[in-house]
């Protein structure tokens, strides 16, 4: 079945230092996947998204990869900063569906290092 | 400008209660969704509106569940009867569907605590 998935549940870095966040999934179907990052208490909030005619795209000390080959996405955070902690979910729109929908994988907790 | 917005922040009710979840979304999306969090897990899925279109329950766990949508606005999810693994993050989140884009905006979220 469908499923979005991380490699590891806790990803700890050093202040500074890059910080890469992966992320797998199964359904070759779609087309678009987006980054949020959760503070605690809080709701998710966009990071970044790709749409699968593109393999990378970047942001603001962002990238985004995109390897559909194996179907896999990560996050790369540059200069990785103490604001940065927060849980990051990857997720995927449900198919070519167009709905929106879009289906969470259960989240890397990224802890920076002071 | 404003952003989806969820009202109570916070709800304790006592197991058997019926509750009342409010989402305002951001004016003029026209997508809404409903996300279930529970302590340190990921965004589950529940219900989703677009448009005037049939609701997508797909994902509501039981049929205690239930959601709606006035005049294409504020979305009320009501849970009946609670019981003690009801208690989560309830999250909004709406969407304006616009260029294809499947950005989903998140409101902060209501948690509820079944005693």
């Known amino acids: 079945g469908e499923s979005v998935g991380l490699h590891l549940p806790t990803l700890s870095v050093q202040e500074g230092d890059n910080s890469i966040i992966n992320c797998a999934y199964s359904?070759?179907?779609?087309?678009?996947f987006i980054w949020y990052k959760q503070e605690s208490g809080k709701g998710p909030q966009f990071i970044i998204d790709?749409?699968?005619?593109?393999d990378k795209r970047q942001g603001q000390r962002v990238t985004v990869l995109l390897n559909k080959t194996v179907k896999h996405l990560s996050l790369q955070i540059a200069a990785t900063q103490p604001g940065d902690s927060a849980v990051y979910f990857c997720?995927?729109?449900?198919?070519?569906?167009?709905?929106?929908?879009?289906?969470f994988g259960q989240g890397t907790t990224l802890q920076v290092k002071p | 400008g404003a952003g989806v917005s969820q009202s109570p922040s916070n709800k304790v009710t006592e197991k058997g209660k019926d509750v009342e979840l409010r989402c305002d979304p951001i004016?003029?999306?026209?997508?809404l969704y409903w996300y279930r969090q529970s302590l340190g897990q990921g965004l589950e899925f529940l219900i989703y509106?677009?448009?005037?279109?049939?609701?997508?329950k797909s994902g509501l766990p039981s049929d205690r569940f239930s959601a709606e949508r006035t005049g294409g606005s504020v979305s009320t999810l009501t849970i009946q009867r609670t019981q003690q693994e009801d208690s989560a993050v309830y999250l909004c989140?709406?969407?304006?569907?616009?260029?294809?884009?499947?950005?989903?905006?998140f409101g902060p979220g209501t948690r509820l605590t079944v005693t």
């Open positions: 509106f677009q448009g005037n279109s049939a609701p997508d």
């Open positions: 989140a709406s969407s304006s569907m616009a260029g294809g884009s499947y950005e989903q905006y």
């Open positions: 004016s003029g999306h026209t997508a």
């Open positions: 997720a995927e729109n449900e198919g070519s569906s167009n709905t929106g929908k879009l289906i």
């Open positions: 790709i749409r699968s005619n593109m």
């Open positions: 359904n070759s179907a779609s087309d678009y």
